[in-house]
């Protein structure tokens, strides 16, 4: 940690994160409302894709949209905990890693989701054959 801590780029904002305690950044006023009506639009339209994959059954439509949004809402989710639990302002650089493996974390879930429903059997089929004990009829 020394080593990443003493480059020229990192090194002022760590010190900037580990000394101004009384600092506050300027934030939006906004800024939460948009987070959170992202999460609610997230949440209503997983409604219609489930509903749609227990009605009409496996769409490769629905399955890309399940793939896009569950890691989506998921993200979001454990990005406040991450937010609430471990600030930047408390634990600087090591927030800052977890934010980043989030991040990188939520690509490889929407990339493994994007290979599982083109090479494999997709996410609706997958639960049905979890729910059932059986291939799709």
């Not at 959170?36 to 639009?41: A, P, Q, T, Y």
């Not at 059954?57 to 949209?65: A, N, Q, R, S, T």
């Not at 937010?83 to 408390?90: H, W």
Request: contains cysteine; hydrophobic residues 50%.
């Amino acid at each position: 940690m020394h080593l990443l801590l003493s480059r020229p780029l990192v090194r002022p904002l760590a010190r900037f994160q580990t000394r101004c305690y009384s600092a506050v950044a300027e934030k939006s006023k906004v800024k939460g409302s948009y987070h959170w009506n992202l999460e609610r639009g997230l949440s209503i339209v997983t409604v219609p894709l489930v509903g749609a994959a227990m009605v009409f059954g496996p769409i490769p439509l629905v399955d890309f949209g399940l793939a896009l949004v569950i890691p989506a809402h998921t993200h979001l989710g454990i990005e406040q905990m991450v937010v609430d639990y471990i600030p930047v302002r408390k634990f600087g650089f090591i927030a800052t890693l977890f934010h980043w493996a989030l991040n990188i974390g939520t690509l490889l879930a929407i990339y493994g989701l994007y290979k599982f429903n083109t090479n494999d059997i997709g996410i609706t089929a997958f639960v049905y054959r979890l729910w059932t004990g059986k291939k799709e009829d």
